[in-house]
């Protein structure tokens, strides 16, 4: 495992950790530099920390920007050459999922098993700092001697789907700054401050992939062409290979007839997809495998819950069908069918008070 090297400002005293110190996850993006200086405007000591992450297609994601901030605001950073557990725990599971016919999504991988398993670990064990934070737009709330994940004020930039997979224990410790802002208040505040990211573009979810396109980061997995089929296993026609479709997908690079066709399922056992209207994957239920549970209380048979299967829009009505807490697998009933529930996707819970219940990885 590497280890922290400082790259700017002055060495954190790992023996200082009792005092108000507290380690920002930094990227050099408009959201995170303005973390840091909200938490030193509130009298925090704040070290920088910053994840030096590959490119699929070789190379490193820009870290200029990070050391640009925290020069400019006289903030220590630390960086991490994050290169081969980077490929392990979100690359190579990023194809892997592709290949096996799924939709990762490698922002909550990333933020679970990296930034809130490997890397805090790894700060306090050698910074000795026990507080955190980030600059995604979510709230943790202290109430009843316990902390929760809660949904941001500005529902429309809402975070707490990419984070909820942060452990339990952890939550007392983690700060989130943005919670009641809006993007404008964030890059008003930067301007403000004359940071010189204030006016940088918003960053791309898939950070690793070059341009931008899954598929630059996809490597050599295709199985090749493959066959178009309809639900009841009829041949349609021929698809280009099965990375490029995922349910939901309406765009197919062909017509099957007047009414618009949308890929239902990917089965990369037989490389075939399966595509048909619309109606066929509007769905009621959808599965899933807990990967954290937040509120174990709250997961009763019949329980009036809230649910998100994808990170935009307003949690939906739905009700726990059932829950098995020693295989962690749950099976929920929206109010209203839900559109392309995809398998390697997250389902997330919410209580009434838009506190994060639990959440893991949608499956068939």
């Known amino acids: 495992m590497s280890e922290l090297k400082l790259v700017c400002g002055q060495a954190h005293n790992k023996g200082s950790y009792a005092d108000k110190t507290i380690a920002v996850l930094m990227s050099g993006g408009v959201d995170s530099s303005v973390c840091a200086l909200k938490l030193r405007e509130e009298g925090w000591t704040v070290v ?8 699929a297609c070789g190379g490193a994601v820009e870290t200029q920007s990070v050391i640009d901030v925290c020069t400019y605001a006289d903030i220590t950073l630390y960086q991490l050459e994050a290169g081969k557990l980077f490929d392990e725990k979100v690359i190579s599971h990023f194809r892997g999922e592709y290949q096996a016919g799924r939709t990762p999504n490698p922002c909550c991988d990333c933020n679970r098993e990296l930034k809130f398993g490997v890397l805090w670990d790894l700060i ?22 316990r902390s929760l994940l809660c949904r941001g004020k500005i529902s429309e930039k809402d975070q707490s789907y ?13 700060h989130l700054p943005l919670s009641e802002m809006a993007k404008s208040d964030t890059r008003a505040y930067a301007e403000k401050a004359g940071l010189p990211v204030a006016q940088k573009s918003e960053s791309m979810e898939l950070c690793f992939a070059g341009a931008g396109d899954y598929r630059e980061a996809l490597g050599d997995i295709s199985l090749g062409v493959g066959e178009f089929i309809d639900s009841a296993g009829t041949v349609l026609g021929e698809h280009t290979g099965i990375e490029n479709y995922t349910p939901g997908q309406r765009k197919l690079g062909r017509s099957f007839g007047p009414e618009p066709f949308y890929v239902l399922q990917v089965l990369p056992q037989t490389n075939q997809v399966v595509v048909g209207p619309r109606n066929e ?22 329980a009036e819950l809230l649910g998100k299967i994808r990170s935009p829009g307003d949690p939906r009505k739905c009700k726990l069908v059932s829950y098995d807490p020693d295989t962690q697998d749950v099976v929920v ?7 392309a529930p995809a398998p390697g996707q997250h389902l997330v819970l919410y209580d009434v008070n838009q506190a994060v219940i639990a959440g893991g990885t949608i499956e068939l």
Do not use: C, S, W
Not at 126 to 145: F, K, N, P, S
Not at 162 to 174: E, K
Not at 282 to 302: M, N, S, Y
């Open 48 to 55: 920088g920390v910053n994840m030096i992450i590959p490119l």
């Open 124 to 145: 306090e064990k050698e910074l000795g700092i026990l507080h955190l934070a980030t600059g995604h737009y979510a709230r943790v709330v202290h109430e009843d001697g």
């Open 333 to 339: 009933e929206f109010e209203k069918p839900v559109f």
């Open 162 to 174: 990419f984070v909820y997979g942060i452990p339990a224990r952890r939550l007392p410790y983690f």
């Open 281 to 302: 994957i509007v769905l009621p239920e959808v599965k899933a495998h807990f990967i954290a549970v937040h509120q174990p209380e709250k997961l009763l048979a019949g």
